[in-house]
């Protein structure tokens, strides 16, 4: 379905599958042009939206829940312009080779480590390879999740020059104790749960998760299965100091069956993700701050199977592999004078692990080959000072500089600099110019014969103006912003001396066009839409052309009803000398029924026009699916 038929079907089904509202008779459209937004991304600290240079996009907890999806990365795709994450099935993403969960914002890629995954400012990545693992990104995790769109690396140091996704995981705010069950069942023999128990009582918070999901799969051999948990304990002090510690596991079995073109046999993954965290904090009038203690954990077991059609018989070994990465950060931020926010910080990384291949069969039963260059650890050292001035009530600069050191590549300086200009009738203009950085990482320094012990950094700058603007009493809100990217030094795998390895020559020049938009009609009907237009004169992987979402919500009594189309094009799912991209267009229907005050029962439909298409090269998504479940709350 293209062309004239793609834009007819677009406009006349104007309504959205996440544009979501809380369980009242009111409806809340959360977006980066809500001018009244506090977020933490950007900052560290509590900042009003209006007050940062750079884009951030904010999913709350409602939309969350109204996605019914125990994984966050889908509703991104859908509400955050700019942004695309790969999929290949109906449920779990895998690693390896045949994986998805591949996150992309404005063409720098997560896999590259390029753009990273922070849990309540702590980064979240694989210790030797550097990319997100996205089965580990779990909905029960999020209060909300705030997407900034462009170089972090001032705050956050290497793997952040895309931009970040900041999951803040959820809390108990007023006291008593409340239970959440949600349970689904649909297409494939899929099932999903989760149980989540939150009390306060005083200044005692805890919330408690674990969930449950599996799947059969839409193709033989693509099984799916994971079990999760998640407990945060928290205790206030005093009213100016808080403590928190919190721990995830999540383990996931994932079966590969290789592309269409090239089948394999006996592809599976077995991978324990964990992560531990523990913070002290303080919330004075004038001055705020935390320390805070992390530490993030692997076990990798793989098998890349075999394909039967070149005669290939079983692996006889295994790959393997333990990671870790921990780190200690600590920042204040103080207010000296009206309008004045100055904020310093330090941070303190250490990330690696080991690899090794070991042997199932034979005479090397049981024995392990390790993997050239391992075990390996590296630390990452750097401080930063942030400074935001206002100036009367209608402009807000703020210029940034992180130093940052690694012991094997040496030191970088990364600047920021922006404008907020704050206009009559409630608009808003931008500009900003930010360096991002992504430091080797061990992988492509140490590991494989493709290794260069001699990298350097990769280096970025973006520019972006935005507009916003806030009317109708609210009612309406709208944005645009276009940037460019201009990066060198990338790292990838060329010919020297007649050997092929890692070298710093590759270079991306993109830019683009964002737009956002949402409208409430009336105190049960809303709209929205976003677009995002990326231009890549080095077109990669899983990075669309045109990415395009329009949809609305229907809210009133027990009812809550959603619809959405997502019209992709130009997606590139093969580069180099044999190219090729997709086009296609989902239509996805969200509804749920509040029976009793406790009781609420949901349904979905996804692809309901039941297109044919992929994202990964040579794994067909699924046609038509769809779910059904209750959730229970006490």
């Not at 705010?173 to 409340?178: I, K, P, T």
């Not at 002090?237 to 994932?254: C, E, K, M, P, Q």
């Not at 590759?506 to 409430?520: C, F, H, I, L, P």
């Not at 029962?601 to 298409?613: D, F, M, P, S, T």
């Amino acid at each position: 379905m293209k062309g004239k038929n793609i834009l007819t079907l677009l406009a006349g089904c104007m309504m959205p599958a996440t544009v979501l509202t809380a369980q009242t008779d009111t409806t809340r459209v959360t977006h980066d042009y809500a001018l009244e937004e506090v977020v933490v991304t950007g900052t560290r600290n509590e900042t009003d939206i209006r007050h940062l240079p750079m884009t951030v996009s904010v999913i709350d907890r409602a939309q969350i829940e109204q996605s019914h999806d125990p994984s966050l990365l889908p509703i991104l795709t859908e509400q955050v312009p700019g942004l695309f994450t790969t999929a290949r099935g109906i449920m779990g993403f895998g690693v390896s080779d045949g994986s998805a969960g591949s996150i992309s914002l404005r063409g720098l890629n997560g896999g590259s480590g390029r753009l990273m995954v922070l849990i309540d400012g702590h980064p979240q990545y694989m210790g030797l390879f550097g990319h997100p693992i996205a089965d580990a990104y779990q909905s029960f995790l999020a209060d909300r999740v705030e997407v900034l769109r462009g170089p972090a690396s001032v705050l956050y140091g290497s793997n952040a020059m895309g931009g970040v996704v900041n999951i803040v995981t959820r809390k108990m705010r007023e006291d008593g104790v409340r239970t959440d069950v949600n349970l689904g069942y649909g297409s494939y023999n899929t099932l999903q749960s989760e149980v989540t128990n939150r009390l306060r009582k005083g200044r005692f918070s805890s919330v408690v998760s674990a969930s449950y999901n599996r799947t059969d799969g839409h193709r033989p051999d693509m099984g799916f299965e994971q079990a999760g948990g998640y407990a945060r304990l928290g205790y206030e002090l005093s009213r100016a100091w808080d403590i928190y510690g919190d721990l995830n596991v999540t383990h996931f079995n994932a079966s590969n069956p290789g592309s269409t073109a090239s089948p394999l046999v006996d592809a599976y993954q077995h991978i324990t993700r964990g992560m531990t965290s523990f913070a002290l904090s303080n919330h004075y009038e004038k001055t705020s701050g935390a320390l805070s203690f992390f530490y993030n954990w692997g076990r990798h077991r793989i098998n890349d199977g075999y394909s039967p059609a070149d005669d290939e018989s079983p692996l006889d070994y295994r790959f393997n592999s333990r990671d870790n990465m921990m780190g200690l950060s600590w920042y204040q931020s103080a207010q000296f004078f009206k309008g004045n926010r100055i904020t310093v910080g330090v941070d303190w990384y250490r990330f690696g692990g080991d690899a090794w291949n070991k042997y199932v069969e034979g005479e090397r039963d049981g024995e392990r080959s390790p993997i050239n260059g391992l075990p390996r650890t590296e630390h990452e050292v750097a401080g930063y000072v942030d400074f935001r001035q206002s100036i009367s009530t209608w402009l807000t600069f703020d210029v940034g500089l992180r130093m940052d050191h690694h012991t094997h590549v040496g030191t970088e300086w990364i600047p920021q600099a922006g404008l907020s200009v704050h206009l009559p009738q409630a608009a808003e203009i931008k500009l900003s110019a930010s360096k991002g950085f992504r430091y080797p990482l061990i992988r492509e320094m140490f590991m494989w014969g493709v290794a260069n012990p001699d990298l350097e950094a990769e280096r970025m700058w973006n520019y972006e103006l935005a507009y916003s603007q806030k009317l109708l009493d609210g009612r309406l809100n709208y944005g645009i912003n276009l940037f460019y990217i201009d990066a060198d030094n990338l790292i990838t795998p060329d010919m020297v001396d007649g050997r092929r390895m890692n070298v710093n020559t590759g270079k991306a020049e993109n830019a683009g066009v964002e737009g956002q938009v949402a409208y409430r009609f009336n105190r049960a009907w809303s709209a929205d839409a976003n677009y995002s237009y990326l231009h890549m004169k080095n077109p990669v992987v899983a990075a669309p052309e045109h990415k395009l979402y329009v949809g609305a919500l229907y809210s009133s009594g027990r009812w809550n009803v959603s619809s959405g189309i997502q019209y992709i094009k130009g997606l590139y799912t093969a580069v180099g000398d044999h190219p090729q991209t997709e086009d296609f267009v989902l239509w996805n229907v969200r509804g749920s029924y509040r029976a009793t005050d406790w009781l609420s029962i949901w349904v979905k439909g996804e692809n309901l026009l039941a297109q044919r298409y992929e994202i990964n090269a040579g794994f067909p998504m699924p046609k038509a699916t769809f779910m059904g479940g209750v959730h229970v709350s006490f």
